[in-house]
């Protein structure tokens, strides 16, 4: 299962309505296999598909702390807010796209997603507390909306700029 490289902000995948999945097919699950290997060598709890160059409607997680006996590993395609709570929980955020940056973001405190599990099958999924927060971040990085967009105007330009002139440094020299 091969590590793929991420993408980073200004990358303009980050940006960009991801496509739906057609089939829950062989190249999926090996989509999703790579972005799980990926997150955990990065160390991070989600990923989105567009973090891996691919404009697709695909994300997974690992939200399971170390003491869980159950392992909450995700994957999923297509995956949807069906509901969302009018309590909200604000929690400090950070992205794989973003490193070095962290802010924080109010969101719904729990949400119900639907989405297709790796078989292809239609499920639904209740989520609070962390889970609720990463499924939301990453389902916003399939619709181009980054945890920045949340902050203050001055604080996510302060961030754009920074990373963009980081990115130029790293380009030109
Ligand atoms: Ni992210």
Redesign the pocket.
């Known amino acids: 299962m091969p590590i793929r490289p991420l993408t980073f902000l200004p990358a303009s995948v980050l940006r960009k309505t991801a496509e739906p999945v057609k089939t829950v097919d062989d190249d999926i699950r090996q989509l999703m296999d790579d972005m799980l290997e990926t997150m955990r060598h990065e160390q991070?709890l989600?990923?989105?598909a567009p973090?891996i160059g691919q404009s697709l409607r695909v994300i997974v997680m690992d939200c399971s702390d170390e003491d869980d006996p159950d392992p909450m590993i995700w994957k999923m395609a297509n995956p949807e807010i069906i509901s969302a709570s009018e309590d909200t929980a604000s929690m400090e955020?950070?992205?794989?796209?973003?490193p070095g940056y962290r802010g924080e973001v109010t969101r719904p405190a729990s949400v119900e997603v639907s989405y297709l599990d790796e078989t292809g099958a239609e499920k639904t999924m209740q989520a609070d507390g962390l889970l609720a927060a990463c499924v939301q971040?990453?389902i916003?990085?399939l619709n181009g909306k980054?945890?920045i967009d949340y902050l203050s105007r001055a604080k996510r330009d302060l961030i754009i700029r920074k990373v963009t002139k980081d990115a130029r440094i790293d380009r030109d020299g």
């Open positions: 991070g989600g990923l989105a973090q955020e950070g992205c794989l796209s973003i971040h990453e916003d990085h980054l945890f």
